[in-house]
């Protein structure tokens, strides 16, 4: 079993549109355990429920933001060992920042190529293959 | 004096998006192979447009490729400015035009593009109220993103012919942005 198959992640975006294209680029990269919420609050409940390895979560969303998020998944003693990519629409500086502070892991800018998002999640965990 | 002499007219280019909240703006674009969807939020008052062409093939927007994620993020960048300025995401609604089919090109990138929008919009719960897509001739558009009133002149052929030359020029934008950060 590959690294990538063995890490369950879940992905948290409000637009239906870019959970399908997260699902799809994962699933390129042989991940096989993908979980999606439509906002931090939902995420939330999931990771309480059932922690996942990896959260990658949008900033921009309704109810809870990505950095809202990223919050309560650090203080909550189940869930704060996950590993955290942020996505962001808009490259700010300001985010990436506070992202750092509230210990995110890494940032990963839409839109993002495959490779990208390879990059971001392996200098997390390593060498996925 | 008319409305349109007094209208603050804002052009919009390939690659842009711009979302207003006065209702004195007119937004503007010129399309030929091109896609402009016009978003607006009746209640918050609030409406924008961008302008986009997804180069090469366009595939199902469940099969990724780079520029379907280019397509997702330029509305997405259009959708997070609205809702930004207050609009609600369950209360937009969406009017789409150009994706003219050119006889230069031979190719339906045109359509791809418009289909794209549609797909998009209906994945995402947003109505489309109107929309004027395809044919063989580019259009000149305006938008009034507060009321929601979008008018349209259709170029003629040789007009349709500049544009879409015009439209194939490379478009720096269409890269993805340089700013990922790794912290370890």
């Known amino acids: ?129 | 004096m008319t409305i349109e002499a007094t209208a603050k007219r804002v052009h919009i280019i390939q690659g842009e998006y711009k979302v207003v909240s006065d209702p004195d703006v007119v937004l503007s674009t010129i399309l030929g192979s091109c896609v402009a969807a016009c978003l607006r939020d009746p209640v918050a008052g609030v409406g924008g447009m961008n302008h986009f062409l997804l180069p090469g093939s366009v595939n199902s927007l469940a099969s990724g490729g780079d520029a379907t994620r280019y397509g997702v993020h330029l509305m997405e960048l259009l959708i997070n400015g609205l809702l930004k300025r207050g609009a609600r995401r369950d209360r937009l609604e969406a009017k789409v035009f150009g994706g003219a089919k050119t006889i230069s090109t031979f190719s339906n990138v045109g359509e791809q593009n418009a289909a794209f929008a549609m797909q998009f919009l209906k994945d995402e719960g947003i109505p489309v109220v109107s929309s004027s897509v395809g044919g063989e001739h580019g259009r000149k558009l305006e938008y009034w993103p507060i009321s929601g009133r979008a008018r349209q002149y259709p170029l003629t052929g040789a007009e349709t012919q500049k544009t879409v030359a015009l439209e194939q020029r490379p478009v720096p934008a269409v890269r993805p942005v340089e700013n990922s950060i790794e912290f370890f």
């Open chain 1, 1 to 129: 079993m590959s690294l990538a198959e063995k890490i369950k992640v879940l992905i948290v975006d409000d637009q239906v549109t870019s959970r399908l294209l997260l699902s799809d680029a994962l699933t390129q990269l042989g991940f096989k355990q993908i979980t999606a919420a439509g906002d931090g609050e939902q995420g939330m409940k999931i990771m309480e429920q059932q922690p996942h390895h990896l959260v990658i979560s949008d900033f921009n969303m309704p109810k809870m933001d990505g950095l809202g998020f990223l919050q309560a998944v650090r203080t909550n003693p189940t869930t704060k060992k996950a590993a955290f990519i942020i996505l962001t629409a808009q490259g700010d500086r300001a985010l990436v920042q506070k992202a750092a502070q509230l210990g995110a892991n890494n940032v990963l800018a839409k839109p993002f190529t495959i490779e990208k998002m390879k990059a971001a999640i392996e200098a997390v965990f390593g060498a996925l293959k």
